[in-house]
């Protein structure tokens, strides 16, 4: 199919239903209230292609599947901008990394890789760094002695905890009422702009009255929370700031503020505000959720809990733990992960692109100002890609000697091209720690009379499963 369109007519637009014939499939299926935005744009790319094009509210919406056509497309320098959302500048009162396009953005993402290099993945201590944290969630879980509890609230601390120490230099007790506060706010921002906040975005003029809709005027206040959390931590780094010295992403961010004194630099206190948030959501959801979704599929498949457990065990040793190094010593356990995170499917549709002038996509004319969006989540359903896609098997990942194959290109979890994850490596080494370690530490089982386990997801900025309790069983 993707060849077939590959060479189409540059000057054709793309298939799709026609305004009216969308706004009917709403009226007369009411089914499609209970799907998620990507269960809707995979069934329209059954019946209309690789990449197809709807109408709503008199924006243009280009939707793509197939990783080679999503690749193609956002490796285009003309699909790299974010929409122009009035409403949401007005709510963030800045764009940070995740909104920001041009000049504003590329200074953003500058920044914040060098953050992520000098505080992350450069450091010889990050490894130890998230180990300790996970040293911290083992103890918190050990408490339950093997009782039910949800552990969405506990990996939810443990992981932003991570990118607390990275921006503000420190890591938070999990009972400190101020970083409840702080989790509260981002958690609850999560749902927010991935549910009405979200839906505004594509809505001309939604910026004149979305103030008076109780989810916009909460998302505000959530994100003042986060403003004034940051304000009181840049006042206490400003009294030692040392240029030459930066301790975390606040110094880095006010030493290029103070290189931006003469020069077009436009890094300021509104944008820091923006991208802390942004780094947050990156930096945490996506790694916290994925590892919630693999406690879930190893509650449902223990004799796979089983064979990671007993390969961790052969190669670690039961009194020590898992480093990343340990990973190409772990085939079967980095399979698990990968097989996790494709039918986990955390990040189904990502971020929306703006085609910033007339371009070219498969063959098919994309207009100026058009919305992009990638339907990621679908690459790892693909039955032409994956025998028995909706079937949880790690040995997919593996080669016939057991290996780790190489199979990079037919997952793109991270997005790709100019706007792909920041976090990527980051997030792929928190990962593996913090799973590893848990399954190294506890066996997990499904509570006795509770609900069947469902797999079905809830849609958000990230899809995460639905709430559910979990018995950490210490192996110790």
């Given at each position: 199919m993707y060849m077939n369109i590959r060479h189409g007519n540059p000057n054709k637009?793309?298939?799709?239903?026609?305004?009216?014939?969308?706004?009917?499939?709403?009226?007369?299926?009411?089914?499609?209230?209970?799907?998620?935005?990507?269960?809707?744009?995979?069934?329209?790319?059954?019946?209309?292609?690789?990449?197809?094009?709807?109408?709503?509210?008199?924006?243009?919406?280009?939707?793509?599947?197939?990783?080679?056509?999503?690749?193609?497309?956002?490796?285009?320098?003309?699909?790299?901008?974010?929409?122009?959302?009035?409403?949401?500048r007005h709510v963030l009162h800045g764009e940070g990394v995740a909104f920001a396009s041009g000049d504003a953005w590329k200074v953003q993402r500058k920044t914040a890789i060098?953050?992520?290099?000098?505080?992350?993945?450069?450091?010889?201590?990050?490894?130890?760094?998230?180990?300790?944290?996970?040293?911290?969630?083992?103890?918190?879980?050990?408490?339950?002695?093997?009782?039910?509890?949800?552990?969405?609230?506990?990996m939810a601390n443990a992981v932003s905890n991570v990118i607390c120490k990275m921006i503000f230099g420190t890591r938070y007790d999990y009972s400190?009422?101020?970083?409840?506060?702080?989790?509260?706010?981002?958690?609850?921002?999560?749902?927010?702009?991935?549910?009405?906040t979200g839906?505004?975005?594509?809505?001309?003029?939604?910026?004149?009255?979305?103030?008076?809709?109780?989810?916009?005027?909460e998302t505000g206040r959530n994100l003042q929370l986060i403003r004034d959390f940051t304000s009181k931590a840049v006042e206490d780094h400003m009294r030692d700031f040392d240029p030459d010295h930066p301790r975390d992403f606040i110094d880095v961010y006010l030493r290029e503020m103070k290189s931006a004194v003469g020069n077009k630099s436009q890094a300021n206190l509104k944008d820091m505000y923006a991208?802390?948030?942004?780094?947050?959501?990156?930096?945490?959801?996506?790694?916290?959720?994925?590892?919630?979704?693999?406690?879930?599929?190893?509650?449902?498949?223990?004799?796979i809990q089983t064979k990671v457990q007993q390969e961790i065990d052969a190669i670690v040793?039961?009194?020590?733990?898992?480093?990343?190094?340990?990973?190409?010593?772990?085939?079967?356990?980095?399979?698990?992960?990968?097989?996790?995170?494709r039918l986990g499917n955390v990040v189904p549709l990502g971020a929306p692109h703006r085609a910033s002038q007339d371009t070219v996509i498969g063959g098919y004319h994309i207009p100026k100002g058009s919305i992009v969006f990638a339907n990621i989540g679908a690459i790892g359903l693909d039955s032409t890609v994956w025998k028995e896609p909706d079937r949880f098997n790690p040995a997919r990942f593996l080669d016939e000697s057991g290996k780790l194959a190489k199979r990079e290109d037919d997952m793109i979890p991270f997005s790709t091209g100019h706007r792909i994850c920041i976090g990527e490596q980051m997030s792929k080494t928190?990962?593996?720690?913090?799973?590893?370690?848990?399954?190294?530490?506890?066996?997990?089982?499904?509570?006795?009379?509770?609900?069947?386990?469902?797999?079905?997801?809830?849609?958000?900025?990230?899809?995460?499963?639905?709430?559910?309790?979990i018995c950490a069983i210490p192996r110790d």
């Open positions: 637009l793309p298939p799709g239903p026609g305004r009216l014939s969308f706004l009917a499939d709403f009226i007369l299926r009411p089914s499609i209230f209970r799907e998620m935005p990507h269960e809707i744009f995979y069934r329209l790319y059954r019946r209309y292609g690789s990449i197809y094009i709807v109408e709503l509210f008199m924006v243009k919406l280009v939707i793509i599947h197939g990783a080679e056509l999503i690749r193609e497309a956002f490796h285009n320098k003309h699909i790299r901008d974010r929409p122009s959302v009035r409403i949401l060098t953050f992520m290099k000098d505080f992350g993945l450069n450091r010889t201590d990050f490894d130890d760094q998230i180990a300790v944290e996970a040293d911290h969630l083992v103890a918190e879980m050990s408490k339950h002695e093997g009782r039910p509890f949800s552990p969405y609230v506990l400190d009422p101020q970083f409840k506060q702080l989790l509260g706010a981002i958690y609850r921002n999560i749902q927010l702009i991935g549910g009405v839906a505004l975005q594509v809505m001309p003029g939604a910026h004149l009255f979305a103030w008076l809709l109780p989810p916009v005027r991208t802390v948030s942004d780094l947050f959501i990156a930096g945490t959801e996506a790694t916290s959720t994925t590892v919630r979704w693999g406690m879930l599929y190893m509650m449902a498949y223990p004799n040793g039961r009194n020590s733990y898992p480093r990343m190094s340990d990973r190409p010593k772990l085939p079967y356990t980095a399979a698990t992960i990968l097989e996790i995170m928190e990962l593996f720690i913090f799973f590893t370690r848990l399954i190294h530490r506890f066996t997990f089982r499904k509570p006795d009379h509770s609900p069947p386990i469902s797999f079905h997801g809830v849609a958000g900025i990230t899809l995460s499963p639905l709430p559910f309790d």
